[in-house]
């Protein structure tokens, strides 16, 4: 069964300080894809990032980097110079390769930074 | 840009009241979705719909209907509202076709309370 874990429930940090948001799934497929959502206080999520299965590069984004790890089975998620405006609740999400395009989400992360 | 529309983003019900949550998408997109969010459980899959007047059961559908006549539309129904029905409730939309990489765009939320 499918299953995404994201260990930490809440991180503070202070502003301009890395920070890594880690995420460990679960699957059976062989194919499957990853996502990033962020969801701001004003509650709607924000697509940040997909990636499949069979493409490991790393990638960047301005100050988003993601590092996704097969072997590890992890997705993590690292914000560089961290901003106020990063606040927010971070999920991962897995799709598997059946068609029904459903995510299945972790139970997210709180990230807060601190001016 | 997608755009996907709750009608509430506050509502307040009593215990045993029907209750109609709505949500609309204008671009056209096959797949919607809803879910709730609770603290600590992350986003759960109520329903899901892949074309109009078709509707697939999600991992938590007790309790919940949906109902889809157009394409653009989808409704939760809560038959009869009960106080553990409390919850932020998410609707999103995503591109149709079998295929699982497509990202899902959210609407903004409606945090119920059942009183």
């Known amino acids: 069964a499918q299953k995404v874990t994201q260990a930490q429930t809440e991180i503070s940090v202070v502003e301009k300080e890395d920070v890594t948001l880690d995420c460990v799934y679960e699957?059976?497929?062989?194919?499957?894809?990853l996502f990033w959502y962020k969801q701001p206080p004003s509650g709607e999520l924000v697509f940040l990032i997909r990636?499949?299965?069979?493409?490991?590069q790393n990638e960047i984004s301005g100050r988003y980097s993601w590092n996704f790890q097969k072997s590890t089975s992890s997705f993590n998620f690292t914000i560089t110079a961290s901003q106020v405006v990063d606040s927010a609740v971070y999920f991962c999400?897995?799709?598997?390769?059946?068609?029904?395009?459903?995510?299945?989400f972790g139970t997210g992360t709180r990230l807060t930074v601190i001016p | 840009d997608v755009k996907v529309t709750q009608s509430s983003r506050y509502l307040v019900k009593r215990t045993g009241e029907k209750v109609f949550l709505e949500c609309v998408q204008d671009?056209?997109?096959?797949?919607m979705f809803w879910y709730r969010q609770d603290p600590g459980l992350g986003l759960r899959l109520i329903y899901f719909?892949?074309?109009?007047?078709?509707?697939e059961k999600g991992d938590i559908p007790e309790g919940y209907s949906v109902s889809r006549e157009k394409k653009e539309r989808f409704s939760l129904i809560l038959e009869s509202a009960s106080t553990n029905q409390t919850s932020m409730y998410l609707c999103?939309?995503?591109?149709?076709?079998?295929?699982?990489?497509?990202?899902?765009?959210f609407g903004p939320g409606t945090r119920l309370t059942v009183l």
């Open positions: 999103a939309s995503s591109l149709g076709g079998y295929s699982s990489y497509n990202e899902q765009f």
């Open positions: 699957t059976r497929d062989t194919t499957y894809y």
């Open positions: 990636r499949n299965s069979f493409d490991e």
């Open positions: 999400a897995l799709s598997e390769y059946d068609g029904a395009n459903n995510l299945f």
């Open positions: 671009m056209d997109h096959e797949n």
């Open positions: 719909s892949y074309d109009v007047k078709m509707k």
